[in-house]
């Protein structure tokens, strides 16, 4: 069969260097296809076969190509291309969002090009061999070397290729899925058929109910309760009943405990305990909101989306980043995005591909497909992407971790929302495809072998232009107070969102009225599909002409889907039959949480044996180049983190922009001198010897990261993000319960509430029968006011002569540190703050930033003192540094090596001006700090002990060492 | 009165608000037009000075950056933009501006030349500071000579131009290159980092003969005080200044005119 489609291919004239195609050859070779010759890539399209040749080459020079550089081949309908076999051409599977080609259709009309009725355009990749190449070779490394076989086909150039054929509607009628007379085994079967991960005693409950309704569940209605039941949206694990044990180091009980909610007695509980009154929302919206200023308030919120990320890095980033958006646009009735941020974990970057657990991509692919999701998704939006980080741990080879970050601002009266009854339900925004069904349940569920081919439809593909419309409208209508309520379509699509905003009011639903990307849905996906950029919102009936001419100029998608009731149910209709007739108090209230079992085991009290010879010339570098320390440059150059005009200390810094910057400080409103420091702390190596001491640390580095930027501590909210595995056993249990007795202990003595959270569980791997646990991961992410972005310093040395100062004290303990990691040291006590002085170090620090003692600052956190020296260096204009580490805080016994490289928290390498000492020294009085040495001119950093020297090294080394990418 | 800033507004534009305060501060009063409604009414560009479009990724950079919202300027806008021009007014582009003027053929406006912007060398979005130095052709801006800072975040800004180096001379020559990237000594340079894109004849920026119609790839709006600079007004990267004198220059005509 020929291809029914014209095909054209735009290549870069063949005088120009191909990055693309050097790429390509690169990825071919690594996957064991190594080429001879280069590639070149091209942009292919599909356009109607039914096309004249001369409107096909009208469109190629006045749209499709570049009037300069590019070349193009064109494929008339039915014709064989010579050498067709050393073409590899991927494109995306019937379905799966393909926004460029809708902006080509666009296009053609501004041109007065008409498609033909009906006909459509797609747009896809060649990659065209130049040299000898088998081609049976070609298309099976080819298709997973350069595409996404979970969501993209891959042809040869001599092979058929047609478009997809249009989609039929289909008239499906109500379907009910009998289940009263079925025993457990037979629920349980229906669950898993079903996709709906409900356990047996979720079934059981649910039978119950429609055995007391005396009729059978429609197929919508189990879906909907799968969805609103599901851990992602109702987090039973950590809401529910626990009984815990500790064990101590020979298996025996030591400490036993009961919750009957974990999280609100710990995690909330503390933000409770402190309620400060500049906490405006917290717990109760999409995000959580502090007071900036009495006017205005910051919205925080911080997701993960590990899942979909795993099976296409690419698109589960990117809409990883869109979906935390959404949620601090669905905040109060909508705050403004001006910062976002990002956190990965993935496998280690020299992992061989043979070692690789099956259906698993390689760490560094994964890596690179979720920096590119990032970048492509938030540089489009227009936030600045200003913080992060990125963790490489075997532990996550085949369960990454992708956490994204917004922050938002938001005018106080806007705060508060509530939708009312008689408002129109309205979505707007993108259009309900099939992408994303069962999103929900399947990030509630372990990764498996098969994940890969099965779960395709659980990818979701980002389009970031319709959000970016759909920020800008919703921010217009709220100022003119179009609606009552807003909230975004995340995770169980609009059964979430209608279901969470008429919680307590009732819905009624006409599913054939959303607008869909293709027809042929049911109306169970229409009702659960997590499609991209879609928010929800309550409009009074007399504002929906206004709204629909602001969306109409503004070109978004507006469609009433049904009204808020006040009958208290839920009913959804297909045109005109119902289909789903639930009470909301059993969708909400209805589903049973057994008391689960934690057991933690003991963590390592030994001292750390630090080895006493070291050769430090030879180890810095090497731990400059240590994948938890290595420069993040090259992924900070690729997100757009200046947009907006407000980032005013930067991710990277200095005039070279090489130094790492702690927190990075972000204006969101440039008439303003108040701004924000956002921090990040994560610590998963400290976490599988101490969940405990590495939940503290984690929250300690959060806070640190920005009050060394000049954040206040007193004005400080985190944000805790929990991902863990299956806490239905036992043991992955028992270390989330110390990390969230942390989260409480550290939140309540800093005096630092958590204001939003998110957990992430069955973050596991099944391979050949066993199930792998990702390590325990709490990333705490912190927020600080800063009343003036003038009184901020950043991490780069700043004069020679100034003062360095060591505040804080260092232990030996070094469980978990990066050199324990490199030096293979047998597992040992992992450090971790003191409570009790921690805040009052914190305070000092920031009032002598605040004063304008301090010069430049710069947390101790990987790599202890040694890397915070040589970041500082590395960020400077040429300086360097001399420091003395028998004069920092410590105890005699703690060695060389330990000062150097141990991981104690609350503690700073400090730039005091030179004749700021003694201010400085006022400030922190009793508070353990040292002045260790100097800054001084020729970018030489030189260590000693005493009079002994360890090490002395240039910036221009300490940069190459630290600059290993990826 | 102040001058009359029309900011052109459309799906995907997102360095608008920074825009719009860096002309704020230079004096001008901005407005800010949906290009639905200026399509609908392109008559309100009378009621302007000078017209501004914004960066951004408009209609997501399909088909290439700039390229839909050309289409569009060159359709439906540009027989306004012309007659503002023709009658002293200025037109602004920069970043995705920049290219969608290139790609509506307002610029450069230089007989036989065939320019683009594309794909940056490394093929890769580009966030760090570039150092641009002042052609003659901008000297009624800034000082021919200065260096203006300004951070470059793009991955479609490689001019290219058909015939080479030979359409670098020529446009030379019509005195249409405004600003160069440059290193720290003011030397120009295509090379990367001083020049993020491998643009040819190390262009940043292009400028019509009359001097009113100019885009540039980088983000002089991200520039309007010491605080933004990547060493905090160390000296490496100027004093913070150079971006509100940019913007006071562009503004400055009007200001005479609209005063006297």
């Not at chain 1, 000092?844 to 020296?869: F, N, P, R, Y």
């Amino acid at each position: 069969m020929n291809s029914t489609a014209w095909r054209v291919e735009l290549e870069l004239e063949s005088s120009r260097f191909d990055p693309l195609g050097a790429a390509a050859v690169a990825a071919l070779a690594a996957r064991g296809l190594p080429l001879n010759d280069t590639i070149r890539v091209g942009r292919g399209f599909l356009l109607p076969g039914s096309l004249e040749r001369a409107q096909v080459e009208v469109m190629v020079s006045t749209l499709l190509a570049d009037p300069v550089n590019e070349t193009a081949r064109i494929v008339a309908p039915g014709a064989v291309e010579a050498d067709g076999g050393k073409s590899l051409l991927i494109r995306r599977m019937a379905g799966v969002s393909d926004p460029e080609a809708h902006s080509t259709a666009r296009a053609l009309q501004l041109l007065n090009i008409a498609l033909p009725e009906g006909a459509h355009i797609e747009t896809y990749r060649s990659y065209r061999c130049l040299g000898a190449i088998d081609s049976a070779l070609l298309l099976e490394v080819g298709a997973r070397a350069l595409g996404n076989p979970t969501i993209e086909e891959a042809f040869l150039g001599n092979q058929a290729l047609g478009l997809h054929p249009t989609a039929v509607p289909r008239t499906t009628k109500r379907r009910d899925i009998p289940l009263r007379n079925l025993d457990v085994e037979a629920l349980s079967a229906i669950s898993r058929a079903m996709s709906l991960a409900l356990s047996a005693e979720e079934m059981l409950a649910i039978q119950d109910f429609f055995v007391a309704q005396g009729r059978e569940p429609s197929d919508v209605e189990l879906e909907t309760l799968a969805q609103t039941w599901s851990e992602h949206c109702k987090h039973k694990t950590l809401t529910g009943p626990v009984a815990f044990e500790q064990l101590d180091g020979d298996g025996v009980v030591v400490a036993a405990r009961q919750y009957q909610n974990l999280l609100k007695e710990t995690v909330f509980y503390a933000t409770q305990k402190l309620s400060p009154d500049w906490c405006w929302s917290v717990f109760k919206d999409n995000a959580g909101v502090i007071a900036m200023t009495d006017e205005i308030g910051i919205a925080i919120k911080v997701e993960t989306h590990n899942h979909p990320s795993a099976l296409d890095p690419y698109g589960g980033s990117g809409t990883g980043i869109g979906g935390v958006i959404r949620d601090i646009l669905g905040t109060g009735l909508g705050a403004r995005p001006f910062a976002s941020t990002d956190v990965f974990c993935v496998g280690l970057a020299d992992m061989k591909d043979a070692d690789l657990p099956p259906g698993t991509m390689h760490p560094n692919r994964i890596l690179e497909g979720v920096v590119a999701g990032v970048r492509d998704y938030g540089n489009r939006m227009g936030i600045p992407t200003v913080a992060g980080t990125v963790i490489r741990h075997p532990g996550y080879v085949a369960n990454p971790l992708v956490f994204a970050g917004s922050l938002g601002e938001i005018p106080r009266k806007y705060v508060e929302k509530a939708a009312r009854p008689g408002d129109l339900i309205v979505a707007f925004g993108g259009r309900t495809g099939r992408d994303g069904i069962h999103g929900a349940t399947f990030s509630s569920e372990a990764l498996h072998e098969d994940s890969e081919s099965i779960d395709a439809a659980a990818v979701q593909i980002g389009d970031p232009i319709t959000e970016k419309k759909v920020l800008d409208v919703l921010l217009v209508a709220r100022d003119r107070d179009l609606f009552t309520a807003v909230t975004d379509c995340g995770a169980g699509g609009f059964s979430s969102a209608v279901g969470e905003m008429g919680e307590e009011l009732g819905a009624e639903v006409d599913l054939e009225s959303a607008p869909l990307k293709y027809a042929g849905l049911s109306y169970w996906e229409i009702w659960i599909s997590e499609a991209q950029e879609r928010m929800v919102a309550a409009i009074p009936p007399s504002k929906l002409v206004e709204l629909q001419q602001l969306c109409s100029t503004a070109d978004v998608e507006l469609t009433v889907l049904g009204t808020f009731a006040n009958h208290g149910r839920l009913i959804l209709r297909w045109f005109g039959e119902v289909v789903c007739d639930m009470p909301m108090d059993f969708m909400h209230g209805g589903v049973p949480q057994p008391c689960r079992s934690a057991i933690a085991s003991a963590a390592p009290q030994n001292a750390t044996q630090w080895p006493l010879l070291v050769d430090h010339t030879l180890l810095l570098p090497r731990i400059l180049g240590h994948p938890s320390v290595a420069s993040k440059e090259w992924v900070v150059r690729q997100y757009d983190h200046e947009v907006q005009g407000g980032t005013v200390l930067k991710p990277y810094q200095g005039e070279h922009g090489h130094g790492p910057g702690d927190g990075s400080v972000v204006k969101p409103r440039l008439d303003l001198p108040q701004g924000v420091a956002i921090g990040c702390g994560i610590y998963p190596r400290m976490a599988e010897l101490d969940p405990y001491a590495a939940t503290a640390n984690a929250i300690d580095e959060a806070i640190r990261n920005t009050v060394a930027a000049g954040g206040n501590p007193h004005r400080t909210a985190i944000i805790d993000n929990f991902c863990w595995g299956d806490c239905r056993k036992p043991d992955r249990f028992g270390s989330m319960v110390l990390a969230a007795e942390a989260c409480r202990d550290a939140a309540i003595a800093y005096g630092t509430p958590f204001v939003s959270g998110k957990d992430s569980l069955n973050n596991e791997y099944r391979v050949h029968g066993e199930e792998k646990s990702i390590p325990p991961t709490l990333l705490c992410t912190a927020v600080s006011i800063v009343e003036d972005c003038e009184r901020t310093v950043g991490t780069p040395l700043q004069k020679a002569g100034n003062h360095l100062v060591v505040v804080g004290i260092t232990t030996n303990d070094g469980g978990g540190s990066v050199a324990a990691d490199m030096f293979a040291l047998e597992d040992s006590r992992v450090p971790r703050p003191c409570f009790e002085t921690a805040p009052s170090v914190f305070a000092a620090l920031h009032a002598a930033i605040t004063q304008g003692c301090v010069a430049a600052c710069h947390d101790l956190s990987e790599g202890g003192l040694a890397v915070a020296a040589a970041e500082m260096v590395i960020g400077s204009s040429g300086l360097g540094a001399n420091i003395d580490l028998a004069r920092i805080p410590a105890s005699d016994t703690v060695s060389a090596v330990a000062r150097l490289y141990a991981e104690t928290p609350t503690r700073f390498l400090v730039e005091v001006h030179a004749e700021q000492l003694e201010h400085f020294s006022g400030l922190f009085r009793t508070l353990p700090w040292a002045a260790v040495g100097v800054v001084q001119v020729g970018g030489q950093l030189e260590l000693r002990n005493g009079t002994t020297p360890l090490l002395s090294l240039d910036s221009a080394t300490l940069r190459s060492a630290n600059c290993v990418q990826a | 009165m102040k001058p009359r800033v029309l900011q052109l507004f459309t799906s995907g534009i997102n360095c608008d608000r920074e825009l719009r305060y860096a002309f704020e501060l230079a004096g001008a009063s901005v407005k800010v037009m949906h290009i639905r409604e200026l399509i609908e009414n392109p008559a309100a560009i009378r009621d302007c000075e000078l017209f501004a479009i914004p960066g951004g990724f408009t209609y997501g950079d399909d088909l290439g950056a700039g390229r839909i919202l050309g289409l569009e300027i060159a359709r439906f806008l540009a027989t306004e933009l012309e007659e503002l021009h023709a009658r002293g007014g200025s037109i602004f582009g920069v970043c995705n501006g920049f290219q969608a003027l290139v790609k509506s053929a307002l610029l450069p406006r230089v007989e036989g030349v065939k320019i683009s912007l594309t794909w940056n060398f490394s093929h890769r979005f580009e966030c760090r500071w570039s150092r641009l130095l002042v052609a003659p052709a901008l000297g009624h801006v800034l000082p021919v000579g200065s260096i203006l800072p300004a951070p470059s975040a793009h991955a479609e800004g490689q001019i290219v131009l058909a015939d080479g180096q030979h359409d670098v001379a020529r446009l030379e020559a019509a005195n249409a290159i405004a600003l160069r990237y440059c290193r720290a000594d003011g030397t120009p340079t295509s090379e990367w980092p001083d020049c993020p894109s491998g643009s040819i004849g190390a262009i940043a920026g292009l400028i019509s003969p009359s001097g009113r119609i100019l885009g540039l790839m980088p983000h002089p709006e991200r520039n309007l005080s010491a605080l933004h600079l990547p060493d905090r007004g160390a000296g490496a990267w100027g004093t913070g200044q150079e971006g509100v004198a940019f913007f006071r220059g562009l503004v400055a005509p009007y200001l005479a005119n609209v005063t006297s």
